[in-house]
């Protein structure tokens, strides 16, 4: 009787736990919105998608941030995206099991390095490589604080999530299946290009999915090289200034301006807004993904 009443306590406590930390985001969420709802009610929806940010002025126009984080965010998308697949399809159907083992704790260990730290090296090399060589080449001119530095920056910060995922998710179609292409007549490249990838697609969306909104925000590295112009860039050597960027570097100096304060604050609840979407939609696929291999 005791040890049926600890079961059923431990149970409880457990349940409790879970669904505390599932409710967190959205307790977050509504905190975020209550205090930043307060610039709606002073200021019309289309003033804060303008391109006017001056708060000296009370003029909080969203659009350059939105702008410069879809360009950082699509442009290291593009970059990681090609690189990560083939990384991927490599470990997966080409390198021997020594390998693998050897390899992928590396593109794991991307991932647990600090954000501060790939923003020091950004600073470092990135910054140095796009001013003295990549725009002189194109007959561009920059500081190299730039779209581009935090685009490449960004891209090998998302690696290991889009290798990692694409890597299982390719692993998981079944063997007998390629074998069937084998017996075909196909070789190994034809039966990845139109039997793994095929079957695996879903997979690869919902990991661009996941490194999308780890990219979209990533904050410290990416407000160390993107340069920090609150102006819309017109080419990726243009500086730009991303919605992390913005809340991580104005936020703790300006909460004693209720304006300004409510304004960053809803920034922060877009910016959840679209992480939460994202997150949720890849969660979806991968669980559409799990119910047809069973």
Same mark, same amino acid.
Do not use: C, H, K, N
């Given at each position: 009787m005791e040890r049926r009443l600890k079961d059923a306590l431990a149970s409880k406590l457990m349940l409790i736990a879970t669904v505390l930390s599932s409710l967190t985001v959205f307790f977050i969420a509504l905190a975020l919105f209550q205090k930043g709802s307060f610039i709606l009610t002073t200021r019309p929806l289309s003033h804060l998608f303008s391109s006017s940010w001056q708060p000296s002025k009370s003029q909080f126009g969203f659009y350059p941030f939105i702008i410069g984080t879809l360009w950082v965010t699509g442009l290291a998308m593009v970059l990681a995206i090609p690189v990560s697949l083939l990384c991927a399809i490599y470990l997966a159907e080409y390198a021997s099991k020594s390998v693998r083992d050897i390899l992928k704790p590396l593109v794991d260990l991307l991932s647990g390095i600090p954000?501060?730290?790939? #923003? /020091?090296?950004?600073?470092?090399?990135?910054? =140095? *490589?796009?001013?003295?060589?990549?725009?002189?080449?194109?007959?561009?001119?920059?500081?190299?604080?730039?779209?581009?530095?935090? #685009? /490449?920056?960004?891209?090998?910060?998302?690696? =290991? *999530?889009?290798?990692?995922?694409?890597?299982?998710?390719?692993?998981?179609?079944?063997?007998?299946?390629?074998?069937?292409?084998?017996?075909?007549?196909?070789t190994r490249w034809q039966t990845v290009k139109h039997v793994v990838i095929r079957k695996g697609l879903p997979g690869i969306i919902a990991a661009v999915i996941l490194g999308f909104s780890r990219a979209f925000g990533e904050t410290m590295a990416v407000l160390m090289v993107v340069g920090n112009v609150a102006r819309a860039p017109s080419t990726v050597f243009d500086p730009g200034y991303t919605l992390p960027a913005l809340i991580a570097n104005s936020y703790g100096e300006m909460m004693s301006i209720p304006l300004y304060d409510s304004a960053l604050l809803l920034a922060a609840f877009i910016l959840l807004l679209v992480v939460f979407s994202f997150n949720v939609a890849a969660r979806i696929i991968l669980m559409r993904i799990e119910r047809r291999m069973r």
């Open positions: 954000s501060v730290v790939y #923003g /020091v090296w950004g600073v470092l090399v990135i910054v =140095p *490589i796009i001013r003295d060589y990549v725009a002189p080449a194109v007959g561009a001119t920059t500081t190299g604080y730039s779209i581009l530095a935090g #685009g /490449v920056l960004l891209a090998i910060m998302v690696f =290991p *999530i889009v290798i990692s995922v694409s890597e299982e998710v390719f692993r998981s179609v079944p063997y007998e299946v390629q074998e069937a292409s084998f017996a075909l007549g196909a």
